[in-house]
Every structure is written in structure tokens, then in C-alpha cells.
Nanobody, 126 residues
Framework: QVQLAESGGGSVETGGSLRLSCAAS????????MAWFRQTPGKEREGIAA???????RYGDTVKGRFTISQENANNTVYLQMNSLKPEDTAIYYC????????????????????WGQGTQVTVSS
């Protein structure tokens, strides 16, 4: 498995930006899909973006056009640039990784991922 550590969360006002980082260690060579999920109390974990080892990306509908996932393979780090933040983006954001054998990285089902970070809180005030 891969060990993941998120950072970069915080509090911003509506319309602001944040960049989250996810540093991967361990068996990083096997994790060909990396993703960001988020979760608020009482709700299911929501997939918002994924990237494969070739840099192909997928996004959830709620963040498309506002969030960008990217990776820096040299230091095994995945980023989530979040722009035009809204109060409904408030959540704990989790980084996830998996060795995926499908055609495209999954974005909707947390159970598809087997490595998770501890999460980082993002709060957007109105």
C-alpha cells in the first residue's frame, strides 16, 4: 500500500482559492490512480477528481471548471487547486490511491481506493 499525507487545508472566504497537497510514500510505483474525495458530517464521501499515471484527469460535476488536479511525479505529490470556492465546498478533503486495472481512474466510489490519507479540513465562509 501507499502512505498518503494531505496538507494545505484552511479557511477562506467565498470566491477564494486554496491548494491542497498529497504526499505519497511507500509503494508509490503501484498506485497508478490518485484521487481527491471530500466528506461532510452525515453525508457519503464524494469523489471530486482523479488523475492517472499518464496525467489524464477526471472531475466530479460539482467541481468541474473550478478545481484542477495535477501531479508532480518527481516528488510523488498530487495537488488539488481549488478556485472560486463556495460555502458548499466546506468539507474534510481526503487523498486516495489505488493500483487500478480499469480503463479510467474511478471518481465516484470510495471503495475502489485502498490507500487513504488522514484528511485536511477546508472551510469556506460566506
Amino acid at each position: 500500500q501507499v502512505q498518503l499525507a494531505e496538507s494545505g487545508g484552511g479557511s477562506v472566504e467565498t470566491g477564494g482559492s486554496l491548494r491542497l497537497s498529497c504526499a505519497a510514500s511507500g509503494n508509490t510505483y503501484s498506485a497508478n490512480c490518485m484521487a481527491w474525495f471530500r466528506q461532510t458530517p452525515g453525508k457519503e464521501r464524494e469523489g471530486i477528481a482523479a488523475i492517472d499515471s499518464d496525467g489524464r484527469t477526471r472531475y466530479g460535476d460539482t467541481v468541474k471548471g473550478r478545481f484542477t488536479i495535477s501531479q508532480e511525479n518527481a516528488n510523488n505529490t498530487v495537488y488539488l487547486q481549488m478556485n472560486s470556492l463556495k460555502p458548499e465546498d466546506t468539507a474534510i478533503y481526503y487523498c486516495a490511491a489505488v493500483e487500478w486495472f480499469g480503463l479510467a481512474c474511478p471518481t465516484t466510489t470510495p471503495l475502489n481506493y485502498d490507500s487513504w490519507g488522514q484528511g485536511t479540513q477546508v472551510t469556506v465562509s460566506s
